[in-house]
């Protein structure tokens, strides 16, 4: 079956959907998205990501390309015409295309909007959480402003290749100060040996990740501390167990950092119940 992309108000077949050389997202990096999962075809989270969406676009002075009951219908819609039932959707929105200058175009400028879907195998998806992931570290080189869910992602696909090329599925971005910051598209949580769930807050640093955000309320209704700290690689190494959390891999167990195994080097029991209770707390289908 072939797949169909959004593409400023039409839907187009995938392999000839394109966007104008002059886009502001193509020459900038000036624009925000957001990935949402979707599960048994329907949008998990979806109300979360938008205001979310709301927030960054509000933060780069973007106007909101459409009202949210427009965008939630080309999201399932998209999601629909691509038969997608477990799977990612992708929203990415511009500050449109005008003529290359790097001050904002004139005022009127219609923003872009692209949006496009792809399925996952839920049974690899499993597999890899059950075998956990390795991680490795580097410095944190990004921007003060990672708050905003942009396109801008250069440091963060440097990170992930490096990972890939040491064997490992994610890179783990360190602070200045020597804390763990985020991973180059996750969240990051330890927990240690007297049972407490840690995460950097989101204030500095950190994507506020949806998955991180309602992952709260499943630790608290399985009875488990959430500290709101950073945390150094030591004592990530020193942790009973680590994962990590975003809306493409839910909570993978970490089993290594930097080659030295987390825990017994397998995944983590409380990584995976977390995993296993996520959907009974996220949002499906608006
Ligand atoms: N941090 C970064 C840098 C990310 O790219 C992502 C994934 N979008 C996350 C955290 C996790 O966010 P979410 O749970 O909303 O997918």
Redesign the pocket.
């Known amino acids: 079956m072939s797949r169909i992309a959004y593409v400023n108000g039409q839907y187009l077949p995938h392999e000839s959907a394109g966007i104008h050389i002059e886009d502001r997202g193509f020459q900038f990096s000036d624009g925000v998205y ?2 949402c999962e979707v599960r048994a075809g329907r949008l998990i989270d979806a109300r ?2 938008l205001d ?1 969406l709301d927030r960054s676009l509000r933060e780069l002075r973007i106007a909101p390309p459409m009202a949210r009951g427009a965008l939630l219908v080309v999201l399932n819609e998209t999601v629909r015409r691509n038969r997608v039932r477990e799977g990612l959707v992708y929203l990415q929105v511009t500050r449109g295309i005008a003529r290359r200058d790097h001050g904002f175009p004139a005022e009127g400028t219609p923003a872009s909007v692209i949006v496009t879907a792809r399925a996952l195998n839920p049974t690899a998806n499993e597999a890899k959480a059950a075998k956990g992931v390795k991680v490795i570290s580097v410095p944190d080189n990004r921007w003060d402003r ?1 708050d905003i ?1 942009t396109v801008g ?1 250069l440091p ?1 696909v440097l990170a992930k290749q490096q990972a890939r090329e040491a064997g490992a599925f994610e890179a783990w971005f360190i602070d200045a100060d020597g804390h763990v910051t ?6 990051a949580w330890i927990l240690t040996a007297d049972g407490a769930l840690v995460t950097r807050p989101a204030e500095t640093g ?8 309602v992952l709260m309320e499943v630790a608290a209704a399985e009875g488990l501390k959430v500290e709101e700290r950073p945390f150094t690689i030591a004592e990530a190494l020193r942790a009973r167990e680590a994962f990590v ?4 891999s839910v909570v993978l167990p970490v089993i290594a950092i930097d080659g030295q195994p987390i825990g017994n080097g397998h995944p983590g029991l409380v990584a995976l119940k977390l995993r296993s209770r996520f959907h009974d707390f996220a949002e499906a289908g608006v």
Request: glycine residues 8%; hydrophobic residues 35%.
């Open positions: 957001e990935v979360l990501h979310r990672v869910k992602l963060n985020e991973g180059a598209s996750t969240n950190i994507l506020r990740g949806i998955t991180r955000t959390t975003s809306a493409s």
